[in-house]
């Protein structure tokens, strides 16, 4: 009795979260996220929204996607798919058009970011009413688990140069694993021009450049369990261009 009485004061808020999960390629993975993501809401008694926006996966993501919805129910897990792969920044654009909560987070659905953290995120944004709050692995306890030399060394270098030439406030920028109020990411979104990797990037330095206020949970950033890494060489091109791009440009 009194768990429930623990849960309700978080549906009576008003509050919905709504998760977008870009995916391809992804079929090992879904069915362990999406339990686990409703697992943490339930628990905690928040209203949320799953949508699933596939690009196309030749695996049979989409067709394990419609599976989970006949599972939890389309008023839970929503499916928003693509016909081809179109970037992150459109998959999110996307995914927002159908999204009924005030508050969006987005995640890897590799199960690279654990649910168990967001309602630490909730509770971090309830504490700043932050505009956004991100997932770091670099302050705190946060960490990652289970990348080789090479991916840490791409990873803080790029964190460790950014960092100096753009100032922006926050410790993790290259992470995807972030709570939005969904009238700031619509704002920001709008904003951004770049793709891929440095699209998450780019988020933070215009939220500090539009002065919005970003709170940090430490995160385990978990190398993916099922599948290959996206990550290759014209990423990491890409992500200098970019990054040179935004220093010149804001």
Do not use: M, P
């Given at each position: 009795m009194a768990s429930r009485k623990a849960l309700q004061p978080n549906r009576v808020n008003g509050d919905k979260y709504s998760v977008l999960l870009p995916t391809y390629n992804e079929r090992e993975n879904l069915p362990l996220i999406v339990w686990l993501l409703v697992?943490?809401?339930?628990?905690?008694?928040?209203h949320y929204e799953i949508i699933v926006i596939d690009d196309g996966s030749p695996d049979g993501t989409l067709e394990v996607a419609e599976q989970l919805q006949k599972i939890y129910g389309e008023d839970?897990?929503?499916?928003r798919p693509r016909e081809k792969k179109l970037g992150l920044g459109t998959a999110y654009i996307h995914g927002m058009r159908h999204a009924t909560g005030n508050f969006i987070i987005i995640m890897d659905a590799d199960l690279s970011h654990h649910p168990k953290f967001i309602p630490q995120f909730i509770k971090k944004q309830k504490e700043g009413d932050?505009?956004?709050?991100?997932?770091?692995?670099?302050?705190?306890?946060?960490?990652?688990?289970?990348?080789?030399l090479r991916r840490k060394l791409i990873s803080r270098g790029a964190n460790f140069l950014t960092q100096v030439l753009l100032r922006p406030g926050a410790s993790d920028l290259t992470g995807s694993f972030r709570l939005y109020k969904k009238k700031v990411l619509e704002s920001l979104v709008e904003r951004?021009?770049?793709k891929g990797y440095v699209f998450q990037m780019e988020m933070i330095v215009r939220a500090r450049q539009l002065n919005y206020t970003i709170g940090e949970v430490p995160i385990s950033f978990v190398d993916r369990v099922y599948g290959e890494s996206?990550?290759?060489?014209?990423?990491?091109?890409?992500?200098?261009?970019?990054?040179l791009t935004l220093f010149a440009t804001t």
């Open positions: 697992k943490y809401f339930g628990e905690n008694g928040y839970k897990i929503l499916l932050y505009d956004l709050v991100s997932g770091t692995r670099y302050q705190g306890n946060g960490g990652v688990y289970g990348w080789d951004c021009v770049s996206k990550l290759g060489g014209n990423e990491i091109v890409s992500f200098v261009k970019g990054l």
